[in-house]
């Protein structure tokens, strides 16, 4: 079974924007493969705001593969895989734009959100942002890029799952009340967590 975390940067405010990808793949119980590509977006429009955030400008995406050639790359590892996010419904959300805009059909994957998994496991950190999660397990990146953010939410996973003591990060969900994500040919499954009952007395 694959695990992939996978982390997207957007050119402007609109999903269909991928500028970046970054994957990290987990293997044993620890991340074994970090990639990162850039994306020329259909759109070349770059707003300030983002460029702020990740630093990716239009000149450097100019030589870059479209989202289709890019992703095809990881085809096959994308198939049938268990893939994770931090905070999934952005990023898959941008998957699915990008999808759409070319009009390509969905791969078939199940995907997690490593924000829910965090906020179950360590409900007292004052943040699940990534950069501090990364502080709670003393791991140092950069933020916003890509390929750092794919392999730190792949750690968080890991950490959550060692704290859990289950073997592999799949199991996860049946220990927090976690639905898993899906793709699929026909359209979208939402990763979701059921609520927790309230303890609070009358």
Known sequence: ???????????????????????????????????????????????????????????????????????????????????????????????????????????ELSYLCSVKMAQRVWPDLGSHKLNVLAGHLGLTFKHHNAAEDAAICAEAALAVARSLRVSHVRDIPAIIGMTAGRLFSGGYDACTCRRKRSTARD
């Open 1 to 107: 079974m694959k695990t992939i975390a996978i982390d997207f940067e957007t050119a402007n405010e609109q999903r269909g924007s991928a500028c970046s990808v970054g994957l990290a793949w987990v293997e044993d119980g620890q991340v074994v493969r970090v990639e990162e590509r850039l994306i020329r977006p259909r759109d070349m429009r770059f707003s300030s705001f983002n460029i702020a955030i990740h630093g990716i400008r239009p000149e450097q995406v100019e030589d870059a593969g479209e989202f289709p050639e890019v992703m095809d790359e990881f085809a096959d590892d994308f198939a049938g895989a268990t893939m994770i996010a931090h905070n999934a419904a952005f990023d898959f959300s941008v998957w699915r734009s990008s999808l759409d805009l070319y009009r390509q059909s969905y791969p």
